[in-house]
């Protein structure tokens, strides 16, 4: 079936312009999860949806940044007056439940992001 | 709080060569442990996960073994080939709803 999907692959924009991104979970998938990737480093959790409950923003950056879930599908994650050191791949995750730790994450493709 | 610490890279390897690439975690509860692989070009992908201690995860000739009492889960494979090349990350999740924390990545070079 079809896997976590993100728009666009790849995103060029000017410091301080806003930015979208967008990710469709695998259906049925309860759970969403945003990470980023610098270059060069692991992955850093962002931002995790879970059903109907209150998202977990523990590791937004700043207030810059924001997610939205409509439902239990489509993602979208606003980066607000973008800065260079936003520069990142962003990576969108799905899994089946989220509440258990034995759940696996399914990763989609990645946006790239550069921030001239 | 929760943390994976993996081998620092590049591993270049010889194709047939022996594998190994080390991760260590800590974590306040029991966790799930992970590798993930990024192929050039492509996105994360589960190679293997364990989720009780003495668990032996295994895909594609990899292994790893979940060792509670040295807090490990080092990946394995005893002959490398040059489709391997890619970066492995290590990963925990220690309880329902939270994210998987990562190792930083081990890139891996394979040689013919």
């Known amino acids: 079936g079809a896997g976590v999907s993100q728009s666009p692959s790849n995103k060029v924009t000017e410091k301080g312009k806003d930015v979208e991104l967008r990710c469709d979970p695998i259906?049925?998938?309860?759970?969403l999860y945003w990470y980023r990737q610098r270059l060069g480093q692991g992955l850093e959790f962002l931002i995790y949806?879970?059903?109907?409950?209150?998202?977990?923003k523990s590791g937004l950056p700043s207030d810059r940044f924001s997610a939205e879930r409509t439902g239990e599908s489509v993602s979208t994650l606003t980066i607000q007056r973008t800065q260079q050191e936003d520069s990142a791949v962003y990576l969108c995750?799905?899994?089946?439940?989220?509440?258990?730790?034995?759940?696996?994450?399914?990763f989609g493709p990645g946006t790239r992001l550069t921030v001239l | 709080g929760d943390s994976v610490t993996q081998m620092e890279g590049p591993v270049t390897l010889s194709e047939e060569a022996f594998l190994t690439i080390n991760c260590t975690y800590t974590?306040?509860?029991?966790?799930?442990l992970f590798w993930y692989v990024q192929y050039p070009g492509e996105g994360l992908q589960l190679l293997l996960k364990?989720?009780?201690?003495?668990d032996k995860g295994s895909n594609k000739g990899f292994e790893a073994t979940y060792r509670k009492e040295t807090t490990s889960f080092h990946l394995e494979k005893g002959s490398v080939q040059v489709s391997d090349s890619a970066v492995y990350f290590c990963?925990?999740?220690?309880?329902?709803?939270?994210?998987?924390?990562f190792g930083k990545g081990t890139r891996l070079s394979v040689i013919a």
């Open positions: 974590a306040t509860g029991y966790p799930s």
């Open positions: 949806f879970q059903g109907n409950s209150a998202p977990d």
């Open positions: 995750a799905s899994s089946q439940d989220g509440t258990l730790p034995t759940d696996t994450q399914y």
């Open positions: 990963a925990l999740s220690d309880s329902g709803n939270t994210p998987l924390v």
């Open positions: 364990a989720t009780k201690a003495d």
């Open positions: 259906s049925g998938h309860t759970a």
